[in-house]
Nanobody, 118 residues
């Protein structure tokens, strides 16, 4: 069992930056691949960025070059640095953990709101 807690969301102007953090507890963090998803009003939840336990990363085309995912296995945290934010980045952002040995086992955080608006 993994508990995930996101923080760092808020209101930012277009072109601004935010850093989201997700703290994990309850299990061996290095056994999980981590990801950030987002869901905008009226839209399906989509993958934003993912990072394996070994540090390999993957990004949605819409965020490449602007968002950076990272993890600290010693602190059990995963972060999402978001730069050059656009209004279309507005969404609730969710932290996700996928157990490496059984990928059907997923855990979600409660989400944090990011609003990009002038």
């Amino acid at each position: 069992q993994v508990q995930l807690g996101e923080s760092g969301g808020g209101l930012v102007q277009p072109g601004g930056s935010l850093r989201l953090s997700c703290a994990a507890s309850g299990s061996v963090f290095s056994m999980y691949d981590m990801a950030w998803y987002r869901q905008a009003p009226g839209k399906q939840r989509e993958l934003v960025a993912a990072i394996t336990s070994g540090g390999s990363t993957n990004y949605a085309d819409s965020v490449k070059g602007r968002l950076t995912i990272s993890r600290d296995n010693g602190k059990n945290t995963v972060s999402l640095q978001m730069n050059s934010l656009k209004p279309e980045d507005t969404a609730v952002y969710y932290c996700n953990a996928r157990y490496r040995l059984a990928p059907q086992i997923l855990y979600w955080g409660q989400g944090t709101q990011v609003t990009v608006s002038s």
